[in-house]
């Protein structure tokens, strides 16, 4: 990077000789910086108080304050802040021991002036990086807080709960919901929550890779490992360390493969394809699927080993239909994002009739199609309201299952009924499905598959 790319930087140079000072500031000033000559390391301790210094250039040995003394008051003011040492030529152990301290760099006089540019150029550079990576991660911890987990239903408090519970812990977690329901929000939020959100979160889908592919993408491969292998790849485990890896619809993976991760969660070791050695990798494992694991355990597809092993903490995030109390919120909430990406929608809120709609739908897309659904709704707007018939068709043959069933008016199909009361009677029990299969005298399965079954809208 240039120094003109710097010319908002202001450099303080401390130096009880005034003239040295001022050369080198002068040099800056030249250079494209704001640069301040200062003989009192009095002052300059002063200013490094204040937002106002952005590098410090400072001499080692002077009067009253010394360029340690400097250097420590900088940090703890702002530990962010280069600082660059000069130091006589029998000083250099000083010197050392200011690199240790949290010096930049130091620089024995007599120096090229060009030199410490360049130092400066290096310093700056590096301190707008770390700068815009930690408010990378400031974002990305408060869009994937366990605050953007929107609901207030029992089955999500519940959610909410488990998170808290888990959150810095290292065990596995299996994220199970339908499609759509917010597998891979969860996801996030639990790795935004825990102590490994400094480092990287990592997700791969393991129904979107072929089985050889998928291995040396997550693994990793040496060069010449296989056609095409023209470059060592570390792999997902290895660029997941410290941090958290995501096995998206997990009971996609090939049985080869099961039993390699089996044997990753088991030993915390990675072999790269084609490489000889292990490796150690410390990597909080988070699978998610949509599919019942158990049924392809009982089918032979799904190792049963390494679903006791994923199995330790599962969460299971409900169907939208099974939550419909946090319909409002959620299209509050999508309402506001998609009003906030297109400034020019005249789109402000739902009127009574809609929102009635968009509660009465099954949503079998789940919080997704929601979402979906509302993005359009303001791209499309013509009014500050949206009216009942400007939904989707879709939306507006919906049947509602909130209610219980009434034996007055149309004969409906016995397997609708069964539905619709049993969504009636989950909800009445908070959407506790253990509870309402009790109460309904059926296993969990049952209720599981009559609350799945779509009504077909009427003829």
Request: hydrophobic share 45%.
């Amino acid at each position: 990077m240039s120094p003109a790319s710097h010319e908002s930087a202001r450099i303080l140079v401390v130096d009880d000789t005034f003239d040295m000072a001022d050369t080198i500031a002068d040099c800056l000033r030249d250079r494209g910086w704001k640069a301040t000559a200062l003989a009192s390391s009095q002052e300059a301790l002063r200013r490094l108080e204040g937002d106002g210094v952005d590098a410090l250039v400072t001499d080692l040995r002077m009067p009253d304050v010394g360029g340690l003394e400097l250097l420590g008051a900088s940090r703890r003011f702002d530990p962010t802040r280069p600082v660059i040492i000069m130091t006589a030529y029998g000083e250099v152990e000083s010197a050392i021991e200011s690199i240790r301290q949290g010096a930049h760099h130091y620089l024995v006089k007599p120096f090229k002036l060009d030199e410490l540019v360049l130092f400066l150029e290096r310093a700056l550079d590096e301190k707008r990086v770390r700068s815009e990576a930690r408010a990378l991660r400031a974002t990305l911890a408060e869009r994937f807080s366990l605050g953007n987990i929107v609901g207030k239903s029992a089955a999500m408090q519940t959610v909410h709960d488990v998170i808290e519970r888990v959150k810095d812990s290292s065990v596995p977690v299996l994220v199970a919901g339908e499609t759509g329901t917010g597998k891979g929000l969860v996801a996030h939020a639990l790795h935004a929550e825990s102590g490994r959100r400094a480092k990287a979160f990592v997700a791969v889908n393991c129904a979107s890779l072929p089985e050889s592919l998928l291995e040396s993408e997550l693994f990793g491969h040496s060069k010449g490992a296989f056609t095409g292998a023209t470059a060592s790849s570390k792999g997902l485990f290895a660029e997941a360390d410290g941090g958290t890896l995501l096995l998206d619809e997990i009971g996609e993976m090939a049985p080869t493969l099961q039993a390699k991760l089996l044997h990753v969660l088991e030993s915390g070791t990675i072999r790269p394809v084609g490489a000889t050695k292990e490796r150690g990798v410390d990597v909080r494992i988070l699978a998610a699927t949509h599919r019942d694991l158990r049924q392809l355990v009982h089918r032979g597809r799904f190792r049963e080993d390494l679903f006791y092993r994923l199995d330790v903490v599962t969460l299971e995030i409900p169907a939208l239909r099974h939550r419909r109390e946090d319909i409002p919120l959620l299209a509050d909430h999508f309402l506001a994002r998609y009003r906030a990406k297109t400034p020019g929608s005249p789109v402000e809120r739902l009127s009574p009739e809609a929102l009635g709609a968009i509660m009465d739908h099954s949503w079998p897309g789940n919080v997704r199609e929601l979402a979906h659904v509302l993005e359009r709704l303001v791209l499309l707007g013509r009014s500050s309201v949206i009216l009942r018939a400007d939904l989707p068709a879709a939306i507006l043959a919906a049947t509602s299952a909130r209610d219980p069933p009434s034996f007055d008016g149309a004969i409906v199909p016995i397997r609708d009924l069964q539905r619709r009361y049993a969504a009636w009677a989950f909800e009445q029990m908070a959407g506790n499905k253990a509870r309402a299969a009790e109460r309904l005298g059926v296993d969990v399965k049952t209720l599981a598959k009559w609350l799945s079954e779509e009504v077909e809208p009427p003829p």
